[in-house]
């Protein structure tokens, strides 16, 4: 059973439109990421956090914004939906402490279509 | 350039049948090395996680060797399944930060056929 959900699983939006995709995740896990991947290719993180009231841009350029204000909620906003912004966003966490021993938890992904 | 490369790109196998993927990296300095799978409109869920003193290390029916010294990895798939039919993403980690940059490939989209 999943412990880091992701919602909407599916979204449909007229270009221009403000979007917030949900990510949740209940182990407790301080680090937490954003990733963007589109059919075929890597994955490209574009925002990470390191725990409450830290966000930092990835390597990927993002028009889209974070927050982190609870250690279990990382929201990701887009202020103005375009064509440009179609994909599947999948955001994970890790533990801060043995992230780079077992791995990052990933959530079922967001594919956002804008029309 | 820390790189990740993943072949073959697709692969079509009957079910039953066994095999083989490969990915070859280039991320230095290297911490481990992690095998995941993702089915269609889904999140990468993990198979398997290697370090650098680890050569093979086993998940059921997934097997993944690595050789750091010619930074080569396979996974190894054996009596395939229909459920198989899946991405497989390898995944290379650094140890040159904090964050544990990871470095993805593009995966092996492997179909099984019954």
């Known amino acids: ?115 | 350039k820390n790189q990740v490369e993943q072949s073959p790109q697709s692969l079509i196998i009957l079910e039953g049948k066994n095999c083989t993927l490969q990915c070859n990296y280039t991320v230095s300095p290297f911490s481990n090395l992690r095998w995941y799978k993702q089915d269609t409109g889904r999140g990468p869920v993990s198979l398997t996680i290697m370090t650098f003193s680890e050569n093979t290390k086993s998940n059921g029916r997934y097997t993944a060797t690595l050789d750091a010294d010619t930074k080569q990895s396979s996974l190894h798939i054996t009596a395939s399944q229909l459920s198989d039919s899946a991405s497989y993403i390898c995944v290379v980690s650094d140890r040159g930060s904090t964050l544990g940059r990871l470095y993805f490939g593009r995966g092996t989209q492997l179909t099984v056929w019954p």
């Open chain 1, 1 to 115: 059973e999943a412990d880091i959900y992701q919602t909407p699983r599916y979204l449909v939006i007229g270009t221009g439109k403000k979007i917030t995709l949900e990510c949740s995740q209940t182990m407790g896990h301080d680090k937490m990421y954003w990733y963007q991947q589109d059919p075929g290719m890597e994955l490209h993180l574009i925002h990470y956090s390191y725990g409450v009231n830290s966000t930092e841009k990835g390597d990927l350029s993002s028009e889209s914004t974070v927050s982190r204000i609870r250690t279990e909620h990382f929201p990701l906003t887009l202020e103005s939906a375009r064509p440009s912004h179609t994909s599947q966003y999948l955001c994970a966490s890790s533990s801060d402490r043995i992230a780079s021993l077992y791995g990052y938890t990933f959530g079922s992904g967001t594919r956002l279509t804008v029309v």
